[in-house]
């Protein structure tokens, strides 16, 4: 909308509503009531349909400035002071006299009255749209703990996570990001655990951001993250409110985007990505043996191919001589070196789950049926690769689904590919070099100026309590240093009681 | 390195040690000192240890006796900006010839026991990235990159000696005493000396170190830990192998990995013994490129230490390849190079730490 040169409103009705009409276009979601009562108060009530709840408009506004406004006919002193403090019956108003914010509003599925021989709008809170419902999360499921997840409404979302925690304490700053989109970002944290420097770091970043549009969480976590330069995520989202939760009292900071359910939490660290909120709700020992075994599926989504390429084309003498000879059989009538079975195998793979991800769930059954012919024994019996290998890419593949975020196994993905390559070029030589490098770059990163291998380097004896391992709740006692700056402990010593 | 000090914890510190002391010494030791002293190089063992621990101590001390300096600065210190230049020079020439010396020592290991047909420049050329990276990214990314690969590194170790255990034959340590007492000793110099004289570099890093109470106490463990180890490696060299050929194989501890067979199925673990020779030679050889680097940074008082990466990569290449014609000629060195050692430390150290001692006591009396 080209701002006109006049940035204020004018006194005139008429032309105070054409220049609205003009802005927009005579866009046909645009609804213009002109209205007149027996006072003769002109004024008109501007909204977009489609973005305001009707019951608002009706029964609230327009009933009550035709009928109140009546009865009130005296002239006083500021007639729209009058109105909005004492006729309208909304929640919240606003008196704006710009046309950038009111336009704002508008947009925002705000109700804007206009008087005659007035400078000033009354801007009313009336949005009311088709939203989805709280629903259970697609994305991280549990077997146990609360089975809600966020929705694209940031109101919602907010709500959620207020409904969790019920102190003063949880902050939430408000903003708008996007030129055009003007899309509204809200930062969350507990002012009294979360430390200060990494707000004030979140609020300069944000700020920083000078974009046309922010449709999805995604947009701000690329452009606020530490380095672009780097397979793996630097900050978590997740659509689970709970895990939001626990993050602030963490000391976490979350930042919520309007649009999407998506929520991130920043800062993130390596091993954040392999806990998963089930953790905290399951016995203590059993979320240990949990976590220790993702962590062992990490590895052998990692490297199970290159391992099998560097042991069968550098290292056989390591592998038993009945395997051995066994292995050599079945690769017998293979055409192709290990590494181009095994980098064949793995594309085919992820054509697979790309095409599963990507497909309309009614014909999803036919990419199973057909996954299963290309990846298994028709590609045994074809004499194209060998058994040991499809073993190998399904290991590998269902060792990447136990990993509990998705940004993870991702990035996990493309250096598998780098490491088979690695593999086949140098053997356990090169997987090794590859790992070391892995390392430099995972302790180079840094998520909003906390180490991102934090715990691990630099150790933290106090925090292994929640890292690899998951202590009862009653050892832990105190948050990780990683994050919370202050107001370390948790809880206090527990009385020992006699039974 | 990038002057907001960079620190490291003492734990860092002292993984970093352990990782030093064991570097090469794993692969090399064993039939250095079965050289010498045949049956007896578990006494060498024995005496080197506790004496190699004393040379660990005596570095500590120095760099107590001048807190916050490196190497750099106590030689300017005891002889002044010009001679104390030149002998920073002398052990500068001492951690660049080391550093590149672990990468040969790699490239060597890997070409003539893991691949044969790779080019030994081509390992060399895969190592310049991980060297430079982590020498770039200055001390802390080094003790943390230890900090992360030490339980891998560990857990491979131990595994590989318990693996072992069932194929130590004790008669193989008889007769108790072949050589006599000078045998004993000249395998304890080669013990006291590649392992634990050669950490002078440690003065370059200590003054990075962390306050702490534990700092000399998790220092000398670290030592201690680290001895003991390599110390095991040479006894279950001589249990397995036999001295023979311990003594006539130049990577013997890689033929007594291939001993290892569990019931048939757990077998032929070399290639987890040449990882961990990997890893600990590769933080041998950072730790000495990184003294190296931020020696010359010190020396010539430069703002950064990052544009000498690009320079240094090359030379690894370059140095590493013109070191030695072959392998059979490498393993000549290691008696001059035992001398060359003691020459540095404790000899020049020794030298340069009385020389400012006695500068330091002058000057406090001056001022008195």
Redesign the interface.
């Known amino acids: 909308m080209n701002a006109s040169v006049d940035k204020r409103l004018d006194r005139k009705l008429m032309s105070n509503l054409s220049f609205i009409r003009a802005s927009f276009g005579n866009s046909q979601d645009l609804v213009i009531k002109e209205m007149n009562n027996d006072n003769g108060l002109q004024a008109a009530l501007v909204y977009m349909d489609g973005l305001t709840d009707s019951t608002v408009i009706h029964h609230v506004i327009l009933d009550y400035f035709m009928s109140e406004e009546q009865t009130a006919s005296r002239k006083s002193g500021n007639r729209l002071l009058y109105l909005k403090n004492a006729v309208l019956a909304v929640g919240e108003t606003v008196t704006i006299s710009e046309w950038d914010p009111l336009f704002y509003q508008l947009l925002s599925g705000w109700a804007v009255l206009l008087l005659a021989d007035s400078p000033d709008a009354i801007c009313v809170a009336a949005e009311g749209w088709k939203d989805r419902n709280v629903s259970e999360p697609t994305s991280q499921v549990v077997v146990r703990g609360p089975m809600e997840a966020f929705t694209e409404n940031i109101a919602t979302n907010r709500a959620l996570i207020r409904r969790k925690i019920k102190d003063p304490q949880l902050w939430t700053e408000g903003m708008e990001i996007g030129k055009i989109t003007k899309t509204s970002v809200s930062i969350m944290y507990l002012r009294n655990v979360a430390d200060e420097k990494i707000v004030e770091e979140v609020r300069k970043r944000l700020g920083e951001i000078n974009i046309d549009g922010i449709l999805e969480s995604g947009y701000i976590e690329e452009l606020i993250q530490d380095t672009a330069l780097t397979p793996f995520a630097t900050i978590y989202n997740t659509e689970r409110p709970d895990t939001i939760a626990a993050g602030l009292l963490e000391g976490r900071v979350a930042i919520l985007v309007d649009g999407t359910p998506f929520v991130l939490l920043v800062p993130a660290l390596f091993i954040q990505f392999f806990q998963s909120a089930e953790d905290y709700y399951q016995r203590a020992d059993i979320s240990t043996l949990l976590r220790i075994l993702r962590f062992i599926a990490f590895m052998i989504t990692l490297l199970a191919p290159s391992l099998y390429i560097a042991i069968t084309t550098f290292h056989q003498e390591m592998l038993p001589t009945s395997l051995l000879i066994n292995l050599a059989a079945q690769r017998e009538g293979v055409p192709f070196p290990a590494f181009i079975e095994a980098l064949a195998m793995e594309l085919t793979f992820e054509i697979l789950r790309e095409a599963g991800v990507r497909m309309p769930k009614t014909v999803g059954q036919a990419v199973s049926i057909v996954g299963t012919l290309v990846i298994g024994q028709a590609a045994v019996d074809a004499g194209i690769v060998s058994a040991a290998m499809v073993i190998i890419v399904s290991i590998t593949a269902i060792s990447s689904f136990v990993i509990p975020a998705t940004s993870m196994s991702i990035s996990v993905r493309m250096i598998r590919f780098v490491l088979m390559g690695l593999a086949a070029s140098f053997g356990l030589f090169g997987i090794l070099l590859g790992y070391i490098l892995l390392v430099l770059h995972l302790n180079s990163l840094q998520s909003f100026g906390i180490p991102y291998m934090q715990s691990f380097s630099p150790f933290i004896w106090s925090n292994q309590k929640d890292t690899l391992f998951r202590l009862p709740w009653t050892k832990m006692r105190t948050r990780a240093v990683a994050t919370a700056e202050k107001n370390l402990v948790r809880q206090r010593p527990r009385n020992k009681q006699k039974i | 390195m990038q002057r907001e000090q960079q620190t490291i ?1 003492v ?2 510190l002292a993984i970093l040690v352990i990782f030093f002391i064991i570097g090469d010494m794993q692969l090399y030791l064993p039939p250095l000192t079965a050289a010498f002293a045949k049956q007896s190089a578990w006494m060498s063992g024995l005496i080197g240890v506790p004496f190699g621990v004393g040379a660990a101590w005596f570095i500590f001390r120095i760099s107590k006796r001048f807190p916050g300096k490196t190497l750099i600065d106590i030689n300017n210190q005891a002889f002044g900006k010009i001679a104390g230049g030149l002998l920073s020079l002398v052990f500068l020439v001492m951690m660049f010839n080391t550093s590149i010396t672990q990468v040969r020592e790699i490239a060597d290991f ?1 070409t003539t026991q ?2 044969m047909e ?1 080019p030994q420049l081509v ?1 060399c050329l ?2 310049v ?2 060297i430079t ?2 020498i770039r ?1 200055g001390i802390t ?1 080094i ?3 230890g ?3 030490f339980p891998l590194f560990s857990a491979l170790f131990i595994l590989l000696i318990i693996l072992l255990i069932p194929k130590i034959d004790l008669t193989q340590l008889l007769p108790i005493e072949v050589t006599g007492f000078p045998g004993i000793v000249k395998g304890a110099l080669f013990f006291i000396a590649f392992p634990f004289c050669e950490m002078f570099a440690f003065l370059m890093i200590f003054d990075s170190v962390e306050e702490s109470e534990h700092a000399a106490r998790d220092y000398l463990l670290a030592a201690l830990a680290a001895g003991i180890a390599i110390w095991v490696i040479i006894v279950l060299c001589i249990c397995v192998l036999g001295v023979f050929a311990t003594e006539h194989t130049v990577y013997s501890p890689y033929v007594m990995a ?1 001993k290892i067979n569990i019931g ?2 757990v ?5 987890v013994l ?2 961990d020779y ?2 600990s030679t ?1 933080f041998r050889c950072i730790i000495y490129g990184y003294a190296f680097v931020r020696g010359l940074q010190q020396l010539f008082k430069l703002q950064d230490h990052r544009f000498m990466m690009r320079p240094f990569g090359f030379l690894i290449v370059g140095y590493a390849y013109f070191l030695a014609p072959g392998i059979v000629a490498f393993v000549q060195f290691d008696v001059a190079w035992l001398f060359w050692v003691f020459t540095y430390s404790p000899g020049l150290l020794l030298l340069s730490y009385i020389a400012a001692r006695l500068r330091q006591g002058w000057s406090k009396k001056g001022e008195g």
């Open positions: 914890s734990r860092q890997v893991m691949m790779t390992i895969l190592l990235l991980p990276l982590a990214g990314t003790a943390r990159l900090e992360v690969i291939k048939d199925f077998q032929r673990l070399e290639a040449a990882i990997i890893i590769y």
